[in-house]
């Protein structure tokens, strides 16, 4: 398998995936703006959210993935499959059980994360938590299927489930929000309705894939066989690799849970701020460390079950190669270039030029950290697939103090810009630390040439920041918002001529971008 090639593929349709999701928030920025109802979905949504990165694509993946691709690797397809029944029914259940507390306790939930909230915002995210909640439990399934999938090379639907689900919020949002008043509802509860039908699409597509390659997990409905699921061998190690896991990927969620404290108290419209900044920073996230991280985790614990050393050595160099050559001329274009960019997707309807600033100053945080971000999605299932969870545990622990830390000394100065430059600062730290402690255990050595390379990357992304920086500042990027059409145009031929500069740059340096697609696993 051609690993660029199998990377290229996730990243494409990460790329539809993201794309819709930035028409997304371009149509709830359009219709809601920043305000107490837009802070109050957001609120509600990440609830379930969050508890999709902890246990879904966290701690559950983590665990998951490695172990199905050994037991496939070592047991074979029959053992396999036995795996993943079991697996399949104890998450169902667990999820079951999940979704009903969650929907007794969203009042709770939402002063856990959100206690500025008050009035009409606070009533209107308890509401949409609790019919948003068993959001969860089906886009877990969504990733236990995506697990299985993954491990059988199988990278297309997993990938491109995610556009359902911004499918489906675009839809109720321009189409099904209208009649909401009619029936004594706010308009933006269209959108809760809009995120139930995109999970239920983005179960049902798994079905028929997985039927495909004959892994359909048959999930014991019966309670009276969950202790025969539970009794399964690869369940209670499952189970012993998901504690410590679990440990590590809750660092972040608490993180975010704790910003988001606070952006509820910096002002109304804060939460959305960060939201809006989110959905572009996601955006080189997904389309690098996201792709590599999927094509990566799997390889990498195959080559450490078949104690291939080398190969795992390699396959760290290259995707860390292929980190720093895309991920820094993006972190610069979050830089310089941010305003220009929330503008022309944002600036439009109910999202005025003060949403645009703070929406820019808090996504040039994230740019700080950007290299950080994507690097750890490569760094820590280096550490996983040697099943090695309190080292990344450890990390994110020190992650998570750092940036509280900086949140001390930067919110009460930068308001919402200090949220995301604590975050920035603190991934940074987080990849440097992960870099060192694979250094540490001989798990990875840097192949020759190293310097040189990252000398050319950074004079490439110097040149190509160069020109994003006169782009915006001899623009005046929100008055072109009169022109709205002609001002998109003037973004995309900025982009345009940034990667021409930046990749013809490489090339002149002597970079031959030909060796990433020559790796294979």
């Known amino acids: 398998m051609n690993l660029l090639r199998a990377a290229s593929i996730v990243s494409l349709l990460t790329l539809v995936s993201r794309i819709t999701g930035l028409v997304r928030e371009q149509m709830v920025a359009s219709l809601f703006g920043a305000n107490a109802m837009t802070d109050a979905f957001n609120v509600a949504f990440r609830i379930p959210n969050l508890l999709r990165r902890l246990f879904a694509e966290g701690a559950f993946s983590q665990a998951f993935v490695p172990l199905l691709a050994t037991t496939r690797a070592e047991r074979g397809d029959e053992a396999t499959q036995a795996l993943i029944d079991a697996a399949?029914?104890?998450?169902?259940w667990a999820l079951l059980a999940t979704c009903a507390l969650g929907i007794f306790a969203a009042p709770a939930?939402?002063?856990?994360?959100?206690?500025?909230?008050?009035?009409?915002?606070?009533?209107?995210?308890?509401?949409?938590?609790?019919?948003?909640f068993p959001y969860i439990g089906l886009i877990s399934m969504v990733s236990l299927a995506a697990g299985v999938l993954n491990t059988w090379k199988k990278f297309v639907v997993p990938a491109a489930t995610p556009v359902l689900l911004n499918l489906s919020w675009i839809a109720a949002g321009w189409w099904l929000s209208p009649y909401m008043p009619g029936w004594g509802l706010p308009p933006i509860y269209a959108l809760a309705v809009g995120v139930m039908i995109g999970g239920v699409l983005q179960l049902a597509v798994q079905v028929p894939a997985l039927m495909r390659i004959g892994r359909l997990p048959r999930i014991?409905?019966?309670?009276?066989?969950?202790?025969?699921?539970?009794?399964?061998e690869g369940v209670r190690n499952l189970v012993r690799r998901m504690g410590p896991a679990v440990l590590g990927v809750s660092v972040a969620p608490v993180s975010l849970m704790i910003n988001s404290q606070i952006a509820s108290h910096i002002a109304v419209g804060a939460m959305s701020w960060l939201t809006y900044?989110?959905?572009?920073?996601?955006?080189p996230t997904a389309l690098l460390g996201i792709a590599l991280s999927v094509v990566l985790t799997a390889q990498l614990a195959a080559a450490q079950g078949r104690g291939d050393t080398a190969a795992y050595s390699a396959l760290l160099d290259w995707g860390l190669r292929l980190v720093l050559l895309l991920a820094l001329p993006c972190a610069v274009a979050l830089l310089v270039f941010a305003q220009p960019m929330v503008a022309v997707l944002y600036h439009r309807g109910a999202f005025q030029a003060a949403d645009?600033?703070?929406?820019t100053l808090a996504l040039m945080g994230y740019g700080v950290g950007l290299l950080g971000i994507i690097a750890v999605k490569v760094l820590a299932p280096a550490f996983y697939a040697r099943q090695d969870y309190r080292t990344p545990l450890r990390i994110s622990v020190i992650s998570l103090v750092v940036t509280q830390g900086l949140n001390l000394l930067f919110v009460p100065r930068l308001g919402i810009a200090g949220l995301t430059l604590s975050i920035g600062v603190a991934a940074l730290l987080n990849a440097l630390l992960l870099f060192r402690g694979l250094r540490k255990l001989g798990g990875y050595s840097a192949q020759a040439g190293w310097t040189g390379f990252a000398l050319r990357i950074v004079i490439g992304s110097a040149l190509m920041?160069?020109?994003?920086w006169a782009a915006a500042h001899y623009l005046d990027w929100i008055a072109l918002g009169a022109t709205d059409g002609l001002r998109a145009l003037y973004l995309a031929g900025v982009l345009v001529a940034s990667a021409i500069v930046y990749f013809a740059?490489?090339?002149l340096l002597g970079i031959n971008l030909r060796q990433f697609a020559k790796r294979t696993a």
Do not use: I, Y
């Open 277 to 283: 900044a989110d959905r572009l920073m996601e955006l």
């Open 356 to 359: 645009v600033q703070n929406t």
């Open 88 to 92: 399949a029914t104890l998450l169902a």
């Open 465 to 468: 920041g160069g020109l994003m």
């Open 505 to 507: 740059a490489l090339l």
């Open 220 to 232: 014991a409905l019966n309670p009276r066989r969950l202790k025969t699921a539970w009794q399964h």
């Open 109 to 132: 939930l939402v002063w856990l994360l959100a206690s500025g909230m008050e009035g009409e915002g606070h009533d209107a995210a308890v509401v949409m938590t609790r019919f948003m």
